[in-house]
Antibody, heavy 121, light 106 residues
Framework: EVQVLESGGGLVQPGGSLRLSCEASGFTFSSYAMSWVRQAPGKGLEWVSGISGSGGSTYYGDSVNGRFTISRDNSKNTLYLQMNSLRAEDTAVYSC??????????????WGQGTLVTVSS | SYELTQPSSVSVSPGQTARITCSGD??????ARWFQQKPGQAPVLVIYKDSERPSGIPERFSGSSSGTTVTLTISGAHVEDEADYYC?????????FGGGTKLTVL
């Protein structure tokens, strides 16, 4: 059974940092690109970042480019999102999603339930 | 950047056909996906490549494309289809969701 499980969310002050993790199981992790998608409370979905199966290619949305870094450890079947210089508008539930293949950084068929990040003083 | 525009809400009675549109210049060149999200749940892919249906998705869900507009059609909507629906596409190595459409079936 395919599963993806996020962790690492919490309360952080503006300007602070946080690292999110997404542990995957039930599929050959290195064969699939992965992405992060967020949803602010009561708002719609926002694509945040994507990474190829090998980790060699990374992609970012305009609102996080230069502040967030996506990475993966295929030996641990784990996806990461390092978030720096956090702002109040980054407050959201962050979910990871499995891609369609190794090169497609877009969310596809399996999503986690997400982890809540709250940026507030 | 680019935008994908959806109606904020659509309402139908059970058994009727629901149509949700998504418009954007990028859709003339790139495929769209549709995700269904029910309250408190993770999104579920219901259509990809404009009109392909993943395994396990009921046949009443279909997708179509014309120019810069894609349409999600639910033929004979069920009460359990009530949810938020988001279109999605990507260009220039960036993904983008539409603003979402709340489908009410009652």
């Amino acid at each position: 059974e395919v599963q993806v499980l996020e962790s690492g969310g919490g309360l952080v002050q503006p300007g602070g940092s946080l690292r999110l993790s997404c542990e995957a199981s039930g599929f050959t992790f290195s064969s699939y690109a992965m992405s992060w998608v967020r949803q602010a409370p009561g708002k719609g979905l926002e694509w945040v970042s994507g990474i190829s199966g090998s980790g060699g290619s990374t992609y970012y949305g305009d609102s996080v480019n230069g502040r967030f870094t996506i990475s993966r450890d295929n030996s641990k079947n784990t996806l990461y999102l390092q978030m720096n210089s956090l702002r109040a508008e980054d407050t959201a539930v962050y979910s990871c999603a499995k891609g369609e293949d190794s090169g497609s950084y877009e969310p596809f068929d399996y999503w986690g339930q997400g982890t809540l990040v709250t940026v507030s003083s | 950047s680019y935008e994908l525009t959806q109606p904020s809400s659509v309402s139908v009675s059970p058994g009727q056909t629901a149509r949700i549109t998504c418009s954007g210049d990028v859709l003339a060149k790139k495929y769209a996906r549709w995700f269904q999200q029910k309250p408190g749940q993770a999104p579920v892919l219901v259509i990809y490549k404009d009109s392909e249906r993943p395994s396990g998705i009921p046949e009443r869900f279909s997708g179509s494309s014309s120019g810069t507009t894609v349409t999600l059609t639910i033929s004979g909507a069920h009460v359990e289809d009530e949810a938020d629906y988001y279109c999605y596409s990507a260009a220039d190595n960036k993904g983008e969701f539409g603003g979402g459409t709340k489908l009410t079936v009652l």
